[in-house]
C-alpha cells in the first residue's frame, strides 16, 4: 500500500475529506518514521507493537529492522471493524 492508497482508505474508513486527512496522514508517517529511526519502541494497538531489532547506516539510505507483534485479540477487533466487501448490501 502506498501513501495514496492510505489516505484514501482513510477517508472512506472516516468519512472525513481528503483535504483533512492528507496533512494529517503524512505528519503521522513522518512522526512514525522518526520514532523508528530513533530506535523507540511503538505501541500503536491495534496496529501492534514494534521493535527496533537492528540498525544500519549506508550512504544513501537508512536500513531499519522493526519486529512487529500483534495480539490475536487485537487482530480479531481489527477484522471486526472492517466491513466484509462481499457481504450484500442492506435493502
Do not use: F
Not at 474508513?13 to 496533512?23: E, F, N, T
Not at 536500513?63 to 477487533?77: D, T, Y
Amino acid at each position: 500500500m502506498g501513501k495514496r492508497e492510505l489516505i484514501d482508505r482513510v477517508v472512506t474508513a472516516s468519512g472525513i475529506k481528503k483535504s483533512a486527512a492528507k496533512p494529517v496522514v503524512e505528519a503521522m508517517l513522518r512522526e512514525l518514521g522518526d520514532a523508528v529511526s530513533k530506535g523507540e519502541t511503538l505501541n500503536l494497538q491495534p496496529l501492534g507493537k514494534g521493535i527496533v531489532k537492528n540498525r544500519k547506516e549506508l550512504e544513501n539510505a537508512e536500513v531499519i529492522e522493526l519486529r512487529l507483534r500483534r495480539s490475536k485479540q487485537a487482530i480479531e477487533a481489527a477484522k471486526a471493524l472492517k466491513p466484509d466487501p462481499l457481504a450484500k448490501a442492506a435493502e
